[in-house]
């Protein structure tokens, strides 16, 4: 196995790197990026852990980088071992001063036991005032809820405050990681920062019980977490509750006169109403059961019609679909201008995401390909073209960002071709009976939703 002997020495070249990705992660593969609470980050020096949910793959370790560099700490992250294996890709991830933990169906037992080393450095990291970042649920998922929490995390606390004589002070800082949609390019993303937290009350605990120790530190790191995280724990009815979400935020930011568009109030509005719900079913265990039935014909029949929840019961004005099919029309040339220029790098960045074979990597493979290779690449080697074909680095330059430019238009002209094709096909639906049956229940949900939420 390689060396992470210097893994949390402050790199320039890493510094450098991490400022590209800086630019490229929170103002254009992200359209909006909000760090909530920043103050709650203990300052450069402070041994420091650092836990979150997991749901997004890469993704969510460049939200934890970005929120955490703003003082220009380098943290060190904690992966899992299976994708270390390749002395080369483990190289790299060195370079990105990230180390493996190895679970039982990562490896053999060799693989394992070397934990020990590794939550050793993991330690001495911690000792020497760094930054350990680590996902305590040690795999990702597609939704709004939370795993359990394995004891890596633990033991590497625990060992820290241990060659530390117990005077160490590791704190402990939980955050939650919340995106407006996991796969689309110029989505919005948050992380909400939480209050740190200690862990001393365990130390006695721990000298005699280790393993009862780490639970009691695990179920305390929990719910720091969970308090700051829209979760959907009752997952029999998930989707039901997921779809209630998203058919009531907007309203209810609307009731309480809050800007809809911004994602911490999104959130903030998603946990209230998975919070009400739950209480809803304490209290009336059988409506809440024929909103669920409600709420379970209503999304199959949405899929079943290839329609939203947003544009049932919308005014559809013909006036509105003519004026913005003539400015779709007047903004083609513009279109494909920005599709035919950016054709290449679309195209092989899109086959590069395709790859994954868990689609919530599929953002992840989409990321670092784009910002790498595909489009710096392509964009480098347009500059060179046009440079020659013109003679002029002028020229050149401005055809570059008229390019790119348009690339991000190209973006938001398909979004619109998607809601121009949504309400053109609920427009030809209006008067059967399915689009009938799907108002009539959108207006029940929405009654009976009002009353549990407003």
């Known amino acids: 196995m390689i060396s992470f002997e210097n893994i949390d020495k402050y790199d320039w070249m890493y510094a450098l790197y991490m400022n590209y990705l800086n630019i490229a992660h929170n103002h254009i593969y992200y359209r909006h990026f909000y760090i909530l609470n920043q103050e709650n980050i203990p300052k450069k020096g402070e041994p420091t852990i650092v836990i979150a949910n997991h749901q997004n793959g890469v993704m969510d370790a460049m939200a934890i980088l970005h929120t955490m560099s703003q003082d220009r700490r380098q943290p060190v992250f904690i992966a899992r071992g299976d994708i270390f294996k390749k002395d080369g890709v ?7 001063k990230i180390m493996p933990t190895f679970r039982t169906r990562d490896g053999n037992r060799d693989d394992v036991r070397s934990n020990i080393a590794l939550y050793e450095r993991a330690a001495r990291v911690l000792k020497d005032g760094g930054t350990i970042v680590i996902f305590p649920e040690a795999t990702h998922q597609h939704g709004h809820f939370m795993n359990t929490f394995k004891k890596g995390f633990c033991r590497i606390a625990f060992s820290a405050e241990e060659i530390n004589d117990f005077k160490l002070g590791v704190k402990v800082l939980p ?15 948050m992380v909400t920062v939480g209050e740190p937290f200690t862990y001393e009350e365990f130390f006695d605990l721990y000298k005699e019980h280790p393993n009862d120790a780490y639970l009691a530190l695990n179920e305390k790191a929990r719910a720091r977490v969970k308090e700051i995280t829209p979760d959907i724990d009752i997952p029999e009815y998930y989707n039901e509750i997921e779809a209630l979400t998203q058919m009531m935020s907007e309203p209810l930011l609307k009731h309480k006169g809050l800007k809809t568009s911004y994602l911490p109030n999104q959130k903030d509005a998603a946990m209230t109403i998975i919070a009400n719900l739950k209480q809803f079913k304490d209290n009336e265990p059988d409506q809440f059961e024929i909103l669920m039935q409600q709420t379970r014909e209503y999304t199959t029949l949405l899929q079943q019609r290839g329609l939203h929840h947003w544009v049932i019961n919308r005014k559809l004005s013909l006036f509105r679909f003519i004026v913005r099919s003539l400015l779709m029309i007047i903004s083609l040339p513009l279109f494909l ?33 784009s910002t790498v290779a595909t489009f710096p690449i392509y964009y480098l080697l347009l500059l060179g073209i046009v440079w020659i074909i013109s003679k002029k680095f002028w020229i050149a330059l401005v055809y570059v960002v008229l390019t790119f430019l348009t690339a991000l238009f190209v973006h938001y002209y398909k979004i619109a071709i ?21 108002s009539s229940l959108q207006k029940l949900i929405t009654g009976a939703m009002e009353r549990i939420i407003f």
Do not use: C, E, W
């Not at 949504?422 to 799907?438: E, G």
């Open 90 to 96: 483990a190289k790299i991830l060195r370079f990105l």
């Open 175 to 189: 955050l939650n990681i919340h995106y407006s949609n996991y796969f689309n390019f110029r989505s919005d993303l």
């Open 418 to 438: 998607r809601k121009f094709y949504t309400v053109f096909h609920a427009m030809s639906l209006r008067h059967t009976a399915d689009y009938q049956k799907l």
């Open 337 to 369: 201008f920005g599709y035919i220029n950016n054709f290449i790098p679309f195209a092989i960045t899109k086959r590069f995401a395709n790859k994954a074979k868990d689609p919530m990597l599929r953002s992840s493979f989409q990321y670092v390909s």
